[in-house]
């Protein structure tokens, strides 16, 4: 399974931004899998952002409210559409995608990762 995450650029505060996770190679319906967004800002640990199943979505804190996850499975891609960007946001994002359809928020439960796209938010 590979995934290729795009869609990340510079922008200023306030701004929005999606970005997009297309997956390849994928052992079984695209479907079937979780999918999930983290980050890594300079000098910190990967932190959850958004996560989604079948049919329910989780956030992290930080986003809750500014990011939105989505999925298309006709097209084999996950989104985030970001709104409302800050200065904090400013990270590399990453997207994962999981056979296990329960894994939400740890980094433990996804198998595949995508190889990240920055996102840089000026003030």
């Known amino acids: 399974v590979q995934l290729q995450a795009s869609g990340g650029g510079l922008v200023q505060a306030g701004a929005s931004l999606r970005l997009s996770c297309a997956a390849s190679?994928?052992?079984?319906?695209?479907?079937?899998?979780?999918l999930g967004w983290f980050r890594q800002a300079p000098g910190k640990g990967r932190e959850f952002l958004a996560a989604?199943?079948?049919?329910?979505?989780y956030y992290g804190d930080s986003v809750k409210g500014r990011f939105t996850i989505s999925r298309d499975n006709a097209e084999n891609t996950v989104y985030l559409q970001m709104s409302n960007l800050k200065v904090e946001d400013t990270a590399v994002y990453y997207c994962?995608?999981?056979?296990?359809?329960?894994?939400?928020?740890?980094?433990?439960?996804?198998?595949?990762w995508g190889q990240g796209t920055q996102v840089t938010v000026s003030s």
């Open positions: 994962a995608a999981s056979e296990n359809l329960y894994a939400t928020r740890s980094q433990s439960q996804y198998k595949y």
């Open positions: 190679g994928l052992r079984k319906p695209f479907r079937n899998y979780a």
């Open positions: 989604v199943n079948w049919s329910d979505k």
